[in-house]
């Protein structure tokens, strides 16, 4: 299904908007929206909440036949779905241009970037080592797909758990969790993607752009990087011309960003542990937040109040009178009040100009 | 491959060239007929083949047309005897698609689409023998096919990929140097604006080498362009030698 066409006005008003340094959730140029992760029941498990966006990934390990050429390393496999659960402009057929790019992207932040000791998934060098395998799903799209699916696959594979392997010569036996306790996998860094929106020809940028952002920008730049300051990737994509200085400022923005992650992610890691631990309830189900009724009082959004009265009174000032919504009416019949409480105000029809109320 | 020393102490790579030197790049124009614009370019041992159609009316989807520039169309494949070992798949595996979405989005960047609209540009790009560097070989090969055309465009698009060695940064990979682990930076710049149309990087490098590389590349890239330069500017002699102007 085709996404809904962005109108001229829509396009104007947010390019106008980013002209004057204005978001549309109010957020400042180099600002996040609120990251939120939670684990499933599994190990492996992880759902990751970017603002609006929600991305699951889901890691799981097979025993495998090494690659001929690496016979002592094991494989890593990263598969990102797009369904049409996520954003109607998705198709169920596979392979669109933004499902091959953000795959790439993916595959090569992580596996390039060596994040995850392959050779320590070796169990028979040659013969059987382990597949480690990422999927990654769209739940919501809400824009900035790539950063939500890398937190989402780094902080997966830190949590998740390998059955145990017992070796006697050439025999290979997997003990299930309930034998032996699973062991994590061993991980170097953690590569986080920063991505830049570019609009009006590279002159104004913006960090993670939410889905209507998205649509208007020119171009976009993907910065991965660890909390060591390393840069793991860099893509840029769209039909943007950058400066040398451009792409130097956006690293440094990135590193900062990417710090803050990382110590969120941990955060997050270390508080599923201490709830495992404790034997509470966690999983999918838990994380949804209750949204029952239960006062009624909403959250205190910030608006600008700047000048309100002066501009409201000058908007008010200029406008033309409003013509009259009725015609006058004629002196014999009588008008009917507005008033501000709930009233039903029925015209008696066989008594001219009796007014009942109920 | 360890052991394989990527950097000499007296400064000489793998093939004996120095940290800033390019390989040799050599390019022949209007090698096809039938196309509206060719180019065939050797950069050392990589060898690429691109062909350009167009601007030309929309074909497939009609309702891909954009009313106010050309839709420029990239397909990039492998010869299935361009690798040591046999390729299966040359195109329509997920390597070659992004490489075909990277190419448009270099190109879109620098041909002037804008005088064309409703139009389409095909440009088709295909390595005969890979030897690292696909895709600054594709974009220089592509540039002068474009140019063969008769396209125009804001200036010539040069691609050079560049790795991090022990400190150095090393101009112009090839295969061996690509694989051994090297942080490989490609980068396709318009060299007169020094603008970045693309920039690509791998593996792990630290912030504060960035500059370096990028600068280095960048050198690079305007090495290329000179030697595109030559290329063109010797084609159009010839041509209007034979046509005896």
Known sequence: MKDTPLSNCERDFLLRAIEEKKRLDGRQTYDYRRIKITFGTDYGCCFVDLGKTRVMAQVSCELVAPKENRPNEGIMFFNIELSPMASPAFEQGRQSELSVKLNRQLERCLRNSKCIDTESLCVVSGKTVWQIRVDIHMLNNDGNLMDASSIAAITALCHFRRPDVGIQGEEVTVYSPEERDPIPLSIYHMPISVSFSFFQQGTYLLVDPCEREERVMDGLLMIAMNKHREICSIQSSGGIMLLKEQVMRCSKIASVKVSEITELISKALLNDKAARKAGGRCGFAESMPQERITALKTEETPMEMKDVTERANDIIQKAEAPPPAYPKLNDDRENISDSEEEEVVILHPEIPGKVCTL | ?245
Not at chain 2, 20 to 36: I, N, P, W
Not at chain 2, 73 to 99: I, L, V, W
Not at chain 2, 218 to 241: I, N, P, W
């Open chain 2, 1 to 245: 491959m360890a052991g394989l020393e990527l950097l000499s102490d007296q400064g000489y790579r793998l093939d004996g060239r120095k940290a800033t030197e390019l390989r040799k790049v050599q390019a022949r124009m209007g090698v096809f007929a039938q196309a509206d614009g060719s180019a065939y370019l050797e950069q050392g041992n990589t060898k690429a083949l691109a062909v350009v159609y167009g601007p030309h009316e929309m074909r497939g989807s009609r309702s891909r047309t954009l009313h106010d520039r050309a839709l420029i169309n990239c397909q990039y494949s492998m010869a299935t005897f361009s690798t040591a070992e046999r390729k299966r798949r040359p195109h329509g595996d997920r390597k070659s698609t992004e490489m075909s979405l990277h190419l448009k989005q270099t190109f879109e960047a620098a041909v002037m689409t804008q005088l064309y609209p409703r139009s389409q540009i095909d440009i088709y790009v295909k390595i005969l023998q890979s030897d690292g560097g696909n895709y600054s070989t594709c974009v220089n090969a592509a540039t002068l096919a474009v140019i063969d055309a008769g396209i125009p465009m804001r200036d010539y698009v040069c691609a050079c990929t560049v790795g991090f060695v022990d400190e150095t940064p090393l101009a112009d990979l090839c295969y061996a140097e690509e694989s051994g682990g090297v942080s490989s930076l490609a980068l396709a710049l318009l060299p007169r604006g020094g603008q970045i149309a693309l920039l690509q990087m791998d593996a792990r490098l630290h912030q504060d080498h960035l500059e370096t590389l990028i600068e280095a590349a960048m050198t690079a890239c305007k090495g290329v362009s000179k030697v595109l330069d030559e290329v063109v500017r010797q084609h159009l002699q010839e041509v209007s030698v034979l046509t005896g102007e």
